[in-house]
């Protein structure tokens, strides 16, 4: 079972910067689209970004140009940068890779996810 590795989550105040990383071991060979999502507790998992292999990205509204999504497939990589934090981002944020169609290795046909990693933005 593939297992995405998020890092970069932490504390700041709002207005504050993070860099959140995603590590899948398959993305330079299978180049899923990559997504980021993130939890409050107690309500739905929403979609904040993702990106596809050709490198078109799109945004939840609540982020538009304030978070930037980027990929670097020789690291095996997918980074969201989030500026100008505000205390509703604090959420879990979780990192996903969605599978490949049936023309791709095995190993690229599976979804995967990131055990998340925490934001928290004090006012």
């Known amino acids: 079972q593939v297992q995405l590795q998020e890092s970069g989550g932490g504390s700041v105040q709002a207005g504050g910067s993070l860099r959140l990383s995603c590590v899948d071991s398959?993305?330079?060979?299978?180049?899923?689209?990559m997504s980021w999502y993130r939890q409050v507790s107690g309500k739905e998992r929403e979609l904040v970004s993702s990106i596809d292999s050709n490198g078109r990205s799109n945004y939840a509204n609540s982020v538009k140009g304030r978070f930037t999504i980027s990929q670097d497939f020789g690291k095996n990589t997918v980074y969201l940068q989030m500026n100008s934090l505000e205390p509703a981002d604090t959420a879990m944020y979780f990192c996903?890779?969605?599978?490949?169609?049936?023309?791709?290795?095995?190993?690229?046909?599976?979804?995967?996810w990131g055990q998340g990693t925490l934001v928290t933005v004090s006012s």
């Open positions: 996903k890779s969605s599978a490949r169609g049936w023309q791709f290795p095995y190993a690229c046909r599976t979804d995967a």
């Open positions: 398959r993305y330079k060979s299978c180049r899923n689209t």
